[in-house]
């Protein structure tokens, strides 16, 4: 490992890089000129743990709904997260929408271009607030995201034993690399980097600009940067929905609390099953303690498998109905219910593994009828 790269070949990597993605920079709707902080902000949150490739159509269509700060604080929350349906990971929805209204309320509405405001934005951490900061605002400030981690760990064949210190090590070296005044350019390459030639699997080492001083390419362990610690078995669950019908065509969907996994989202109710209870069972419990009614539980609409960040699903929908009685407000363990029509469906937000729960009662005969 080289800690502390000395100036000369700071400067060595500076200009090989900006080089670089002078011409290989790809055409994004953030990389406007000048950028702006508002979409820098959007796009940041946006890439958190997802690809470019996802984020585009989001982005402009974000954009399009909510031009601005000032347009995205007066959205209603239903509305943003009908925007962010399926890009996952909905607190960065919340967040964004909340850190709107902040900016709003506490600086005219505009993004703040200090660290300190920044970081007390809701959702803004080290790496976005040094992101907008440099991209946005010119600052000679670095920032670390998965990509960047990757490709410097690599380079200074970094292989420090726990998670704090390689981030540490991996921040100074960030730090230490900044070109005086381009350090937006400068992050922006890198992150270009790590997405196209030095990406996880199979980097595409002879064309890297950075080859020449790659400690991990003269080596032949890419694969080993950066250091993963051991991982545990995900754990996996099996979960309940009702797809409760009034009568044919009107079905109830309800509202998850604020916080949380998917909070604030809708859904067809039901929970997770406990060890050795039925299917059918845990729907008529889980019913019971989110909607304060009883069901009739008919048949199984779809099995849906879906992946969340700590753990895995497989989720078994089912038809439903009342039992008599409405659900009642005070028993409530959600948000909000109502009842919709499939076509209604269009305007709420749901998660993804609801989403193809629509899809199955879309293209299930039964939908008319179902009893
Ligand atoms: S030489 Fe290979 S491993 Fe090193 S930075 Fe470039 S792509 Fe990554």
């Given at each position: 490992?080289?800690?502390?790269?000395?100036?000369?070949?700071?400067?060595?990597?500076?200009?090989?890089?900006?080089?670089?993605?002078?011409?290989?920079?790809?055409?994004?709707?953030w990389r406007?000129t000048?950028?702006?902080?508002y979409?820098?902000?959007?796009?940041?949150?946006?890439?958190?743990?997802?690809?470019?490739?996802?984020?585009?159509?989001?982005?402009?269509?974000?954009?399009?709904?909510f031009?601005?700060?000032?347009?995205?604080?007066r959205?209603?929350?239903?509305?943003?997260?009908?925007a962010?349906?399926?890009?996952?990971?909905?607190?960065?929805?919340?967040?964004?929408?909340r850190?709107?209204?902040?900016?709003?309320?506490?600086?005219?509405?505009?993004v703040?271009?200090d660290a300190?405001?920044?970081?007390?934005?809701?959702?803004?951490?080290?790496?976005?607030?040094?992101?907008?900061l440099?991209?946005?605002?010119?600052?000679?400030?670095?920032?670390?995201?998965?990509?960047?981690?990757?490709?410097l760990?690599?380079?200074?064949?970094?292989?420090?034993?726990?998670?704090?210190r390689?981030?540490?090590?991996?921040?100074?070296?960030?730090?230490?690399?900044?070109?005086?005044?381009?350090?937006?350019?400068?992050?922006?390459?890198?992150?270009?980097?790590?997405?196209?030639?030095?990406?996880?699997?199979?980097p595409?080492?002879?064309?890297?600009?950075?080859?020449f001083?790659?400690?991990?390419y003269?080596?032949?362990?890419?694969?080993?940067?950066?250091?993963?610690?051991?991982?545990?078995?995900?754990?996996?669950?099996?979960?309940?929905?009702a797809?409760?019908?009034?009568?044919?065509?009107?079905?109830?969907?309800?509202?998850?609390?604020a916080?949380?996994?998917?909070?604030?989202?809708?859904?067809?109710p039901?929970?997770?099953?406990?060890?050795?209870?039925?299917?059918?069972?845990?729907?008529?419990?889980?019913?019971?303690?989110e909607?304060?009614?009883?069901?009739?539980?008919?048949?199984?609409?779809?099995?849906?498998?879906?992946?969340?960040?700590?753990?895995?699903?497989t989720?078994?929908?089912?038809?439903?109905?009342?039992?008599?009685?409405?659900?009642?407000?005070?028993a409530?363990?959600?948000?909000?219910?109502?009842?919709i029509?499939?076509?209604?469906?269009?305007?709420?937000?749901?998660?993804?593994a609801?989403?193809?729960?629509?899809?199955?009662?879309?293209?299930?005969?039964?939908?008319?009828s179902p009893?």
């Amino acid at each position: 490992m080289e800690p502390n790269p000395q100036p000369e070949r700071c400067a060595q990597l500076q200009s090989a890089l900006l080089d670089w993605a002078a011409g290989h920079l790809r055409p994004l709707p953030w990389r406007t000129t000048p950028r702006d902080p508002y979409r820098v902000w959007v796009s940041e949150v946006m890439l958190q743990q997802t690809r470019v490739e996802t984020v585009v159509p989001y982005f402009e269509r974000w954009v399009r709904l909510f031009p601005d700060v000032q347009a995205l604080a007066r959205a209603p929350l239903d509305d943003v997260l009908k925007a962010w349906e399926g890009l996952g990971y909905y607190a960065r929805a919340r967040n964004l929408h909340r850190a709107a209204r902040e900016i709003v309320a506490a600086h005219g509405g505009h993004v703040p271009d200090d660290a300190e405001a920044l970081r007390r934005l809701p959702g803004v951490g080290r790496y976005t607030a040094g992101a907008i900061l440099s991209i946005a605002f010119g600052r000679d400030e670095p920032a670390l995201d998965g990509n960047i981690r990757r490709v410097l760990s690599r380079v200074f064949a970094v292989a420090e034993p726990t998670r704090p210190r390689l981030d540490r090590a991996l921040w100074e070296l960030a730090r230490a690399l900044l070109p005086t005044g381009r350090a937006g350019a400068f992050n922006e390459a890198l992150m270009e980097l790590g997405a196209t030639i030095c990406t996880p699997r199979n980097p595409l080492c002879p064309p890297c600009p950075w080859a020449f001083a790659c400690a991990a390419y003269a080596q032949g362990t890419q694969a080993l940067f950066p250091p993963r610690a051991a991982r545990k078995p995900t754990p996996h669950y099996d979960v309940t929905a009702a797809v409760i019908w009034r009568e044919p065509g009107v079905f109830l969907v309800a509202r998850r609390n604020a916080e949380g996994l998917l909070g604030g989202l809708w859904e067809f109710p039901g929970g997770k099953a406990e060890p050795g209870e039925s299917l059918e069972d845990c729907l008529r419990r889980e019913i019971r303690e989110e909607l304060g009614v009883r069901i009739r539980v008919g048949e199984r609409l779809t099995v849906v498998k879906h992946a969340y960040t700590h753990f895995r699903i497989t989720l078994h929908a089912f038809h439903a109905w009342l039992e008599p009685g409405e659900p009642e407000p005070q028993a409530l363990d959600c948000a909000a219910w109502r009842w919709i029509r499939l076509d209604e469906a269009e305007s709420v937000a749901f998660s993804a593994a609801d989403l193809r729960i629509l899809d199955a009662l879309r293209r299930s005969s039964q939908v008319a009828s179902p009893r």
